[in-house]
């Protein structure tokens, strides 16, 4: 019941000064916002780069050789098998070989194609989905068959309007090279360097074979198992290749590693700038100060008559207080709802999903409090000290 008149007589002064009391919220006021807006943004911009990470495969890890001499000997199809066989948590490893090439139907012409030869298992690994036709099998690749799957990109490129599904496009390498094409794929983000939507892929065999002879692996697609941390694996991987073929000869490219690199610089990003923008809530404080201060001169009767009628110094104290921290809470409220909407506003503007942060929202309205308290407690307590006859003679 006290704490509840506290209020009424805390709403009451409050409202008996707007001006005043409105450009002591100010600096609270500009304080929670910023705090809130940054780490509501900052969320934001790790979240979206969260998504990206996620459509490359968190448990992916890409080695690549560099292309010398000395790798010729080593990143062959066998490698991969050396590989599994050496380091725990890999599920299976997929190589990958690519190059750019012209691919014609009639007169469309596609220019700088990505042409890449992959096994019957990397549609479902990379969780690739068909818009039209299917994907190759292993008997497709096993017999080297003439097959492509293309993106959508690119059939609409080379069949604009029409179903691509069953006719015969030509790959260019030295000579031309006819292709059925038995799929498109669903449009898919780009992801680890590799355009889905611009991109004709063969059966593994077929392009070592056939349409590049080559025995080298251009990129080895690792997933992790079950239970392991990609990060931890893509650590094995790195030690291991040092040792047999040195750190200059292969290149090791893992969403969950760049992710966790990310996630931790946008983090600390974040709370640097939330640290700069918190000193507007300690310049706030110090205006809840002044402003009680005042209070406390301009209602020294007002002290003197409580305290005459029986008030203890206690009940004074409190008094002040709750005006204190009524105060700072009102600002921090009002901070959290201009934060907000200003952090709705940026992310529209940028494309950016809205990610707030219940963290900012807590930790800025305890600081509110805190502030209250902490500036609040000064005016109180000299409030609290006023004698009842020295009071009604200042007044």
């Known amino acids: 019941m006290m704490v509840r008149e506290n209020i009424r007589m805390a709403i009451a002064s409050l409202s008996g000064s707007r001006l ?39 448990d992916t890890i ?22 599994q066989n050496e380091i725990d948590g890999i599920r299976e490893i997929l190589p990958v070989v690519s190059s750019a090439a012209n691919v014609r139907n009639g007169q469309e012409i596609s220019e700088g194609v990505q042409i890449q030869g992959v096994t019957s298992d990397y549609f479902a690994s990379n969780s690739l989905e068909t818009a039209d036709g299917a994907f190759f099998s292993a008997m497709d690749n096993i017999n080297r068959r003439q097959v492509a799957v293309i993106g959508s990109e690119l ?23 006819s292709f059925q094409v038995i799929g498109v794929l669903a449009e898919r983000d ?46 094995d991987i790195e030690r291991y290749l040092d040792e047999i073929a040195g750190s200059d000869y292969y290149r090791i490219f893992s969403p969950a590693t760049i992710k966790e690199m990310a996630d931790s610089v946008m983090s600390t990003f974040s709370m640097f700038l939330a640290a700069i923008a918190a000193i507007s809530l300690v310049v706030g404080g110090i205006g809840i100060m002044n402003i009680m201060l ?41 901070g959290l709802i201009i934060g907000t909407v200003l952090s709705v506003a940026a992310v529209n503007i940028a494309g950016w999903p809205l990610h707030i942060s219940p963290g900012a929202i807590i930790v800025s309205l305890a600081f509110s409090i805190a502030i209250g308290v902490f500036f609040g407690w000064y005016p109180a307590a000299k409030a609290a000290r006023l004698e009842p006859m020295e009071a009604l003679q200042r007044d």
Do not use: C, H
């Open 155 to 177: 059939a609409e490129e080379l069949f604009p309007g029409e179903n691509p599904v069953g006719r015969y496009i030509s790959v260019f390498r030295q000579q031309a090279k």
């Open 62 to 83: 890409s080695v690549m050789p560099r292309g010398s001499a000395r790798e010729t000997m080593i990143f062959t199809e066998e490698f991969a098998y050396s590989l």
């Open 20 to 58: 005043r009391t409105f450009l002591s919220l100010l600096g609270i006021m500009i304080g929670v916002a910023s705090v809130v807006a940054i780490l509501n943004l900052g969320r934001s911009v790790t979240e979206s780069m969260s998504s990206s990470f996620e459509v490359g495969g968190l």
């Open 294 to 334: 005042v209070s406390v001169v301009e209602r020294t009767g007002e002290i003197g008559i409580r305290k005459a009628l029986g008030a203890t110094p206690g009940a004074i104290r409190s008094q002040f207080l709750v005006e204190s921290v009524t105060l700072s809470l009102s600002g921090g409220l009002l």
């Open 190 to 235: 780009e992801a680890q360097g590799t355009s889905y939507n611009y991109t004709l892929f063969m059966p593994y065999n077929t392009y070592v074979q056939r349409f590049r002879r080559t025995d080298q692996v251009g990129t080895y697609v690792v997933k992790t198992a079950e239970g392991y941390d990609a990060t931890d694996v893509a650590e």
